[in-house]
């Protein structure tokens, strides 16, 4: 290989790296944005959350104790006590099978399963 096609390589090398770089870059400012966005939702979620307890609570005879024994009793639906809303499992009313409740039709048998909340 002569020296010139040696250049002329590094310089495709040069382009293509650069190249990479710059789609990195764009992808961390994407992901930058999009947690922001995120962050922003979590925020006004809660501040909606707190709102609508306060009016429960004060519009009712219900206590602090008794929305933490319902959240609890949420958070064990999917079968854990990790403070995360997991799928649920459902029951195929056509094939009588277990499938997610990620899931719009069985896995098995194709049928479409019921919602059972409007929060699914």
Same mark, same amino acid.
């Given at each position: 290989?002569?020296? *010139?096609?040696? &250049?002329?390589?590094? &310089? !495709?090398?040069?382009? &293509? @790296? ?6 990195? !870059?764009?992808?961390? &400012? ?18 909606? +959350? /707190? !709102?609508?307890? %306060?009016?429960?609570? $004060?519009? @009712? $005879?219900? @206590? %602090? %104790? %008794? ?7 949420? $958070? ?11 799928? /649920?499992?459902?029951? +195929?009313?056509? +094939?009588?099978?277990?499938?997610? *409740?990620?899931?719009? @039709? +069985? ?14």
């Amino acid at each position: 290989m002569d020296f *010139s096609n040696l &250049e002329r390589r590094q &310089e !495709a090398v040069r382009v &293509e @790296t650069d190249s990479k770089v710059h789609r990195v !870059a764009n992808k961390i &400012e994407n992901l930058d944005d999009e947690m922001h966005s995120l962050r922003q939702k979590v925020e006004k979620l809660s501040l909606s +959350c /707190q !709102a609508m307890w %306060e009016l429960i609570k $004060d519009n @009712t $005879d219900l @206590t %602090e %104790e %008794e929305l933490f024994v319902k959240m609890t009793e949420i $958070d064990l639906r999917d079968g854990k006590l990790d403070g995360k809303l997991g799928p /649920q499992v459902l029951i +195929c009313s056509n +094939c009588g099978r277990k499938v997610s *409740s990620k899931r719009s @039709t +069985c896995f098995y048998c194709g049928y479409a399963l019921a919602k059972n909340s409007a929060f699914e």
